[in-house]
């Protein structure tokens, strides 16, 4: 990891080493919804390793970067540092009598168990997309497609549970945990692709999606090969403002 996080700051040093005008600083913000997918993300959490997994509201915002790539401004390498905050939602409900029994000693008298929770992420997101131009400069419409490295700063986690008996009582408990990551791993690697548009003057408008290629989960004692296979995915919508430096 290491390795390669000193590869994508070489690199990301010599474009702006070689580039002899165009290169551009500035500030993004964006609002996000993440979740979680893959094989195993409807298993976190859940009784019986199933749950239902839904999107979370969050944000991020930066640094950005403009380096020309080609003369003509058609291509350009865009990299960003972000504090970018991921998570999803999880819920499940107990309705089986069998169920409710098991887990619970009073579950004769429980005719409905409920669980919402919801556990945020905040990355140092290295974003690294090459954007194809559909004008010089690196205006108009563009496409960008990179990869990403990130790391996890903090965890956090809140989890209400209700419990609805039949006397038509009703208990309701909220659970939140503060810096919860020992079950998390500390770095992701994965790709970022959108598009958008950018004025002459710098200012942008995009959209973007960002895959996970590694499983966000590292169990101590648990094998690579073994762990849940749940990965970030993130839609991210952008507005950035690009100061022309060098322009």
């Known amino acids: 990891m290491k390795k390669l996080a000193l590869l994508t700051l070489g690199l990301a040093t010599a474009s702006l080493a070689h580039a002899q005008s165009g290169f551009r600083l500035g500030v993004r913000v964006g609002g996000t919804l993440s979740t979680i997918g893959g094989k195993n993300a409807d298993n976190v959490a859940g009784p019986g390793g199933s749950a239902d997994i839904n999107y979370l509201p969050g944000f991020n915002a930066g640094l950005s970067f403009q380096l020309p790539l080609s003369s003509d401004g058609f291509w350009t390498l865009a990299p960003e540092l972000l504090v970018n905050r991921k998570g999803f939602k999880r819920s499940y409900q107990i309705t089986d009598r069998n169920t409710l029994n098991s887990r619970f000693t009073n579950g004769s008298t ?21 954007r194809i131009n559909t004008a010089p400069g690196g205006s108009g419409l563009y496409f960008e497609l990179g990869p990403q490295i990130g790391y996890m700063a903090r965890s956090s986690q809140e989890f209400t549970e209700t419990t609805k008996y039949n006397n038509g009582d009703k208990d309701k408990v909220s659970n939140p945990q503060g810096d919860y990551k020992e079950d998390l791993s500390s770095f992701d ?22 895959q996970g290629f590694k499983t966000l989960f590292d169990t101590k004692d648990v094998s690579a090969r073994n762990e849940p296979k749940a990965f970030n995915r993130q839609f991210t919508v952008q507005l950035g403002y690009l100061l022309p430096l060098g322009k």
């Open 110 to 130: 429980i005719d409905k168990y409920e669980s919402e929770g919801k556990r945020n992420f905040t990355y140092i997101d290295l974003p690294i997309p090459v």
């Open 189 to 210: 690697i994965g790709g970022v692709a959108g598009l958008g548009y950018q004025t002459e003057g710098g200012i942008s408008l995009g959209v973007r999606y960002n």
